[in-house]
């Protein structure tokens, strides 16, 4: 039977009042030495490393993966850092229970009160901390108790795979959730403690044409962003592997993150192949009408955290002698988009066309907010799988009868810059610790000539 999640609210966690942090849980991380599994470094146990020294290949893919990236990123822990001050503790693990899931659950990384201040301890040393979503995350899941910010239970020692297998170095134990989508639904469904849903992918992929039951088509999680191949999960023993790149549409943003180019290919090339775009003319012969599909995909266009990410359409068309007739999804001086929110661009009302895709989030005021912790509800203007969205463009009086040319860009990226001068701004995050643009991608372009009677 397949199991519907519920999102409900989470209560706000309690806080020590301590002046010093508490201390953490046993440490789950204790050295060991790798030589047993192959090697003659000593790594802590629950560290990639360690995991690193037989399954090379799967090391290297989550190296440079976004479960490596979880808490490298300075934008995520000047968010945490904000977000704990902010709330006065009472955020406590929510942000950390997925960023960096092992750590959280053995205790490591408790919020104390320090004089005035509340903070996290948070040492990027300790493996299950600095390098976020780690192997025995999902490789010591024993069980999912709802597909919702990070409910489900780790075993202390026992690690699973899809079929029973191992070696001298360890025993694998057969587990269904490994290729099952309820195991990555567990963090990529996601309520704040005020109830507000911030991210939604499983469900949108539970009620998705690839999870219908019909035909032989369905597909899970894994299926797209695990997809198997022939290849070694130790050194001289081939079999049907699993790439471990978890290839979605989140980028790097320090300059020394491994693999970062193949990453920015890998993820233009996932991007390209989920939006289809298209321009006609409008329905009333005044103008063109821009349409884009969301295509390939099991959850909606954008996914994940969709107050962040931004899908849109960059229109310019122009005449004969390349003169700009009209114009949308342009940038401001700052790189924003004009999307009529006050505060999110020097000009907000300066395009009324402009075709975007996301979320927005609001406080219990019906106030626009920046940060997940801060909302109290979300508006979601998102492409579910098949649907089609599309504006209409009306040309000005004086070019009716004149050769037209559109030129339309459907791009993407995954933060906006106001969020991140609001950051450094308020002295969370400095202004060297990403890289000087946000990444945009371009997902799909096409042309249109025209003449409007």
Same mark, same amino acid.
């Given at each position: 039977?397949?199991?519907?999640?519920?999102?409900?609210?989470?209560?706000?966690?309690?806080?020590?009042?301590?002046?010093?942090?508490? #201390?953490?849980?046993?440490?789950?991380?204790?050295?060991?030495?790798?030589?047993?599994?192959?090697?003659?470094?000593?790594?802590?146990?629950?560290?990639?490393?360690?995991?690193?020294?037989?399954?090379?290949?799967?090391?290297?893919?989550?190296?440079?993966?976004?479960?490596?990236?979880?808490?490298?990123?300075?934008?995520?822990?000047?968010?945490?850092?904000?977000?704990? #001050?902010?709330?006065?503790?009472?955020?406590?693990? +929510?942000?950390?229970?997925?960023?960096?899931?092992?750590?959280?659950?053995?205790?490591?990384?408790?919020?104390? =009160?320090?004089?005035?201040?509340?903070? *996290? =301890? !948070?040492?990027?040393?300790?493996?299950?901390?600095?390098?976020?979503? *780690?192997?025995?995350?999902?490789?010591?899941?024993?069980?999912?108790?709802?597909?919702?910010?990070?409910? +489900?239970?780790?075993?202390?020692?026992?690690?699973?795979? @899809?079929?029973?297998?191992?070696?001298?170095?360890?025993?694998?134990?057969?587990?269904?959730?490994?290729?099952?989508?309820?195991?990555?639904?567990?963090?990529?469904?996601?309520?704040?403690?005020?109830?507000?849903?911030?991210?939604?992918?499983?469900?949108?992929?539970?009620?998705?044409?690839?999870?219908?039951?019909?035909?032989?088509?369905?597909?899970?999680?894994?299926?797209?962003?695990?997809?198997?191949?022939?290849?070694?999960? *130790?050194?001289?023993?081939?079999?049907?592997?699993?790439?471990?790149? &978890?290839?979605?549409?989140?980028?790097?943003?320090?300059?020394?993150?491994?693999?970062?180019?193949?990453?920015?290919?890998?993820?233009?090339?996932?991007?390209?192949?989920?939006?289809?775009?298209?321009?006609?003319?409008?329905?009333?012969?005044?103008?063109?009408?821009?349409?884009?599909?969301?295509?390939?995909?099991?959850?909606?266009?954008?996914?994940?955290?969709?107050?962040?990410?931004?899908?849109?359409?960059?229109?310019?068309?122009?005449?004969?002698?390349?003169?700009?007739?009209?114009?949308?999804?342009?940038?401001?001086?700052?790189?924003?988009?004009?999307?009529?929110?006050?505060?999110?661009?020097?000009?907000?009302?300066?395009?009324?066309?402009?075709?975007? +895709?996301?979320? !927005?989030? &609001?406080?219990?005021?019906?106030?626009?907010?920046?940060?997940?912790?801060?909302?109290?509800?979300?508006?979601?203007?998102?492409?579910?799988?098949?649907?089609?969205?599309?504006?209409?463009?009306?040309?000005?009086?004086?070019?009716?009868?004149?050769?037209?040319?559109?030129?339309?860009?459907?791009?993407?990226?995954? +933060? @906006?810059?106001?969020?991140?001068?609001?950051?450094?701004?308020?002295?969370?995050?400095?202004?060297?610790?990403?890289?000087?643009?946000?990444?945009? *991608?371009?997902?799909?372009?096409?042309?249109?000539?025209?003449?409007?009677?």
């Amino acid at each position: 039977m397949r199991i519907l999640s519920v999102l409900l609210a989470i209560a706000l966690a309690g806080c020590s009042s301590d002046s010093n942090p508490p #201390a953490p849980q046993a440490d789950a991380s204790a050295d060991v030495n790798s030589a047993d599994a192959g090697g003659d470094v000593m790594y802590p146990e629950n560290s990639p490393e360690y995991c690193g020294t037989c399954h090379e290949t799967h090391y290297e893919d989550w190296r440079g993966s976004m479960h490596a990236y979880a808490t490298v990123d300075p934008i995520y822990r000047a968010m945490l850092t904000k977000g704990i #001050a902010e709330t006065e503790g009472k955020l406590d693990q +929510f942000c950390i229970q997925c960023h960096a899931p092992v750590a959280s659950k053995n205790g490591i990384t408790p919020v104390y =009160q320090d004089g005035d201040t509340w903070k *996290v =301890q !948070f040492d990027m040393n300790e493996p299950t901390v600095g390098h976020g979503v *780690v192997c025995v995350t999902c490789h010591r899941m024993e069980s999912v108790e709802a597909t919702k910010n990070a409910q +489900f239970t780790l075993t202390e020692r026992t690690l699973f795979g @899809p079929g029973n297998s191992g070696g001298e170095a360890h025993k694998i134990e057969a587990s269904t959730l490994l290729t099952s989508s309820l195991m990555c639904g567990t963090c990529h469904n996601v309520v704040n403690p005020k109830g507000a849903l911030l991210e939604n992918t499983f469900s949108e992929w539970y009620a998705s044409p690839f999870n219908d039951g019909v035909g032989d088509d369905d597909k899970t999680c894994q299926d797209c962003h695990m997809p198997s191949y022939q290849g070694e999960i *130790v050194e001289g023993k081939p079999r049907e592997i699993h790439k471990h790149q &978890f290839v979605g549409v989140d980028l790097a943003l320090v300059d020394d993150f491994p693999y970062k180019e193949l990453q920015l290919q890998l993820v233009t090339e996932l991007l390209r192949s989920c939006g289809k775009l298209d321009v006609a003319k409008s329905t009333n012969n005044n103008g063109v009408r821009v349409s884009v599909t969301n295509i390939n995909n099991g959850h909606a266009l954008p996914s994940g955290s969709t107050a962040d990410r931004q899908v849109w359409v960059q229109l310019v068309i122009t005449d004969a002698q390349g003169t700009v007739v009209l114009e949308s999804g342009m940038l401001d001086a700052n790189g924003d988009l004009m999307d009529r929110v006050e505060g999110h661009s020097l000009t907000p009302d300066g395009d009324p066309d402009l075709l975007v +895709f996301g979320s !927005f989030i &609001f406080n219990e005021s019906g106030d626009h907010v920046t940060f997940p912790w801060q909302a109290s509800r979300s508006q979601d203007f998102l492409l579910q799988p098949g649907q089609t969205g599309w504006r209409e463009y009306e040309i000005p009086e004086a070019y009716k009868g004149v050769p037209l040319t559109a030129k339309a860009t459907l791009r993407y990226r995954t +933060f @906006p810059p106001f969020l991140v001068r609001k950051l450094i701004d308020d002295g969370f995050l400095g202004a060297d610790e990403i890289v000087a643009e946000i990444p945009i *991608v371009d997902m799909a372009e096409t042309t249109f000539e025209f003449v409007i009677p």
